[in-house]
């Protein structure tokens, strides 16, 4: 387990497959699981500030394309749950996010709320591509501001010696 956790990091590790790091890590996050992709895209563009642009577009695809996935498994669950229920679950939150339609999926950028979000527009079927450009546009504005605002709290190169 030890050599394999080993190998795992070391293929992933930065600056060596930076982007690829940078896309794992966005794509996972974008996930129900918990965590964030804003040290690995702020770390990769410290090392190296040419990469700015190139690690905030990386980023989005990757957390653009975890989102996909959380709305597939959002709409497979709500399909399972129809199946054995044999109704619509309804509530005020749904109810909302329905009627704000794929425009919801801006949100999707958000801590806590945003990667849910995506699971319940599959959920809803609200139409899959219309949601995916929206979590496109919401997630890179997520990735651009942080990522600027990290670099102009935290100025200057790191060393590694």
């Known amino acids: 387990m030890n050599e ?9 590790a930065l ?19 918990p965590m964030g992709s804003e040290p690995a895209v702020f770390g990769l563009v410290k ?4 990469l700015f642009w190139p690690a905030v577009l ?5 957390n653009t394309l975890g989102g996909a996935v959380s709305w597939w498994m959002g709409y497979g ?16 939150a749904l109810v909302w996010l329905q009627r704000l339609g794929p425009k919801a999926c801006l949100l999707s950028w958000l ?14 079927r609200l139409p899959f591509w219309p949601c995916v450009a929206y979590m ?5 504005f ?15 190169g790191f060393s590694l010696g």
């Not at 600056?15 to 699981?33: D, I, M, N, R, Y």
């Not at 090392?47 to 040419?50: C, G, H, K, R, Y």
């Open 4 to 12: 394999w956790l080993t190998s795992v990091l070391s293929l992933l």
């Open 136 to 140: 496109a546009v919401g997630k890179f």
């Open 111 to 124: 801590p806590a709320i945003g990667d849910p979000l995506c699971a319940v527009a599959g959920w809803l």
């Open 58 to 62: 990386v980023a989005t695809a990757g």
């Open 15 to 33: 600056p060596q497959f930076g982007l690829s790091t940078v896309f794992v890590v966005a794509f996972v996050s974008a996930t129900l699981l």
């Open 47 to 50: 090392l190296n500030p040419d």
């Open 142 to 156: 997520r990735y651009v501001l942080m990522t600027a605002a990290l670099l102009w709290v935290f100025p200057g």
């Open 77 to 92: 669950a709500e399909r399972a749950w129809e199946r054995v229920t044999h109704k619509r679950l309804e509530a005020r």
